[in-house]
């Protein structure tokens, strides 16, 4: 599911996406989802400072995060 979310998403083979989302078992799926489509994934830290993830989407070049709903489900934007 993971997967096809990212592909909606426009990512593709090559690309860097953001994990940002708890210790849980939606991080493992989500990498799982970035490894079958050849993306790259980058962890980030939902508590780490604003700036800071700021930064890493920047250098990092995202073209996605995956992040959680106001649910608090991941979801890939």
């Known amino acids: 599911r993971f997967a096809s979310a990212m592909i909606q998403a ?4 090559g690309q860097t996406v953001g994990l940002c989302i708890d210790r849980r078992p939606e ?3 989500s990498m ?7 993306a790259v994934y980058v962890p980030l830290d939902p508590e780490y400072p604003v700036d800071r ?3 890493m989407i920047r ?7 995956v992040t959680h709903d106001l649910n608090n489900n991941a979801l890939a934007k």
């Open 10 to 13: 426009g990512l593709s083979k």
């Open 27 to 29: 991080a493992i799926a």
């Open 32 to 38: 799982i989802g970035a490894f079958k489509i050849g």
């Open 53 to 55: 993830v700021r930064y």
């Open 59 to 65: 250098d990092a070049e995202l073209r996605a995060i």
